[in-house]
């Protein structure tokens, strides 16, 4: 059976004045204990033990509890609060510190103070409330809360640590200094939520965190939409960025599995993964990224399944000794290149698709620099599909590189091995080698260039095996400078232009055209004669004739001519 106690400040028969007056009578009966409270502002601080409810009897909003400084509500047992206004300052306005606390249609105002303190081995719930300036912190407890607004808290508005178990489900968080929510070597699951204008990541979790994430909206970040740092794990799926500087950012071990979310017009990334981050990536989105779509860098090893990048400027970019793997990837419109491998990074791309964008695949780098292209198109590009710089290494499988300017390139110190791949109507040419690269062909096709079809520059090296190069307008393969190598069981097809263009150096095995193949031999440069100036010798005012100088001699003899002239 609950006992009820009704508080009105006006009084009345059976009536308290206030409502610690009426928890003392409930807490000395020991029963279950109903309070109801008429409207007004009670200055006063709770202390609520056992079973007791408090109530606003005219709805919520009704009943403010203000405390000048401290705590405004302790709750120890099981209590029940329902359409209050709880007010405080310097202090944490509501403590749970044992048992169990739950909220409704309540609101909380924390002025330079916490909210909501969970304590270790208490249990919250916190539901249809408001939340403003302050924070709510579950240390060691667990909670729930649910569609509840939380605005403009001093630093995270649900901070979950010290092994917290917490639901974050269908609410609102806006305007936080920090986090909307932190997760600290804790666990929480966060649903249906959104969260926006927060001064750092929306969501965090560090130290080792366990984050799961579905259906949330996070927009108007100064920061990270969403975070994991320190060996943090966990899930996001099925949620929507816009307008963050980085979408999700990944680092110092972190892991987390991504799926189905999408990120866009985010100010700088939209995957970030760093300083030994990894994570997997699965059927998501980047849209417009301001800079670049996927980064790895600092040692990032990302795995990227199964998603899509498109406008913005560079689709993925793997750099600083980073890694990834990239499968089931397509690019498309963007203004810059769609892939780079750069600076000791090794990166794998397998059946990705890319158009419309400038440049394909761009590497540069030492000879730790690679990437292995399998299964792959890049279609409609302005410059190259594959630039290979450096001395990086590039693996090229089953390529086809169709409407653009130059197919393959290598330059440089670089090595650009090829096997299976096909070049279709480019501008300028299907495969180039310059500098001192190495290019290495098995089963290429260049078919419908409207100059070359191989290109060989500088001391670069040629090994082109089992090749066809068909109606190239002005020359099937072309080799200048010092260029050297071999054609083996190669054919060049087509009714004009030259088969080859031979600079001598090239052995031209089993080669099978009905086109010209033209000799040219580079002449060796003539080089001017040396000169060479002394500067510790004689200097002569006039015309000098028949004089012989020598340098370096301890001595010297003076021949005199018949006319007494000295030589």
């Not at 939340?131 to 901070?159: K, M, P, Q, Y």
């Not at 917290?164 to 804790?186: F, K």
């Not at 990894?278 to 849209?287: A, H, K, S, T």
């Not at 060479?532 to 200097?539: E, I, L, R, S």
Request: glycine fraction near 12%.
């Amino acid at each position: 059976m609950v006992a009820k106690y009704f508080v009105s400040p006006r009084g009345g028969r059976r009536t308290y004045p206030d409502i610690t007056s009426a928890l003392s009578a409930a807490a000395a009966r020991g029963r279950a204990a109903l309070i109801e409270i008429a409207p007004g502002r009670y200055e006063e601080a709770l202390t609520v033990r056992g079973e007791v409810r408090l109530t606003a009897v005219d709805g919520p909003g009704s009943v403010l509890v203000n405390r000048a400084r401290g705590t405004v509500l302790d709750a120890f047992g099981s209590v029940s609060v329902h359409g209050l206004v709880l007010i405080g300052r310097e202090a944490d306005v509501v403590s749970c510190r044992t048992g169990t606390l739950t909220l409704e249609h309540s609101e909380i105002r924390a002025h330079n103070g916490v909210s909501l303190h969970a304590r270790p081995n208490t249990a919250v719930t916190l539901r249809d409330s408001a939340i403003l300036h302050g924070r709510v912190l579950f240390a060691g407890s667990s909670g729930l809360v649910e569609r509840c607004r939380f605005t403009d808290a001093a630093d995270n508005a649900v901070a979950v640590i010290e092994g917290a178990r917490v639901s974050v489900r269908d609410s609102w968080i806006g305007g936080s200094r920090l986090h909307g929510v932190r997760v600290s070597d804790a666990q929480a699951e966060i649903s249906g939520c959104e969260l926006t204008g927060t001064g750092k990541a929306a969501v965090m979790a560090d130290t080792r965190a366990e984050l799961t994430m579905t259906g949330c909206v996070i927009g108007a970040v100064h920061a990270e939409a969403i975070m994991f740092i320190e060996q943090s794990r966990g899930s996001v799926d099925g949620t929507r960025v816009t307008d963050a500087q980085h979408g999700i950012g990944v680092a110092s071990g972190a892991d987390p599995v991504v799926r189905r979310s999408t990120f866009t017009e985010c100010r700088d990334t939209g995957i970030n993964v760093q300083t030994s981050g990894r994570g997997r990536f699965e059927e998501c989105e980047v849209v417009a990224a301001g800079n670049v779509a996927v980064f790895s860098t600092k040692g990032g090893a990302p795995e990227v399944h199964g998603c899509r990048i498109a406008q913005g400027n560079v689709g993925i970019a793997v750099t600083a000794a980073a890694r990834g793997r990239f499968t089931r990837i397509g690019v498309e419109d963007l203004t810059g290149v769609a892939l780079r491998v750069l600076d000791e990074s090794r990166a794998v791309f397998e059946q990705v698709r890319v158009e419309r964008c400038p440049s394909g695949l761009e590497t540069r780098g030492n000879g730790g620099t690679a990437a292995d292209v399998t299964d792959a198109v890049f279609r409609d590009f302005d410059m190259s599909a594959v630039e290979v710089v450096g001395q990086s290494r590039v693996t090229l499988r089953g390529v086809t590189a169709e409407r653009g300017g130059v197919g393959f390139g290598v330059g440089e110190d670089g090595q650009l091995f090829v096997h299976d791949c096909d070049v279709r109507t480019v501008s300028a040419g299907g495969a180039i080698g310059f500098g001192k690269a190495r290019l290495v062909a098995r089963n290429l096709t260049v078919t419908g260039s409207e100059a070359f079809g191989l290109c060989g520059r500088d001391s670069a090296y040629l090994d082109v095996v089992e090749s066809e190069f068909t109606d190239c307008a002005a020359v099937g393969a072309t080799f200048h400078d010092a260029c050297a190598g071999r054609m083996v069981n190669c054919s060049v097809n087509g009714t004009q232009g030259m088969a080859v263009q031979h600079n001598g150096y090239v052995d031209l095995v089993s080669l099978s055209t009905s086109l010209p193949v033209v000799k040219q031999i580079t002449k060796p440069v003539e080089r001017p004669p040396t000169i060479v100036n002394n500067f510790y010798g004689p200097v002569f005012n006039a015309a000098v004739y028949g004089a012989q100088l020598a340098w370096n001699n301890n001595s010297v003899q003076q021949q005199t001519d018949e006319d007494g002239s000295g030589t």
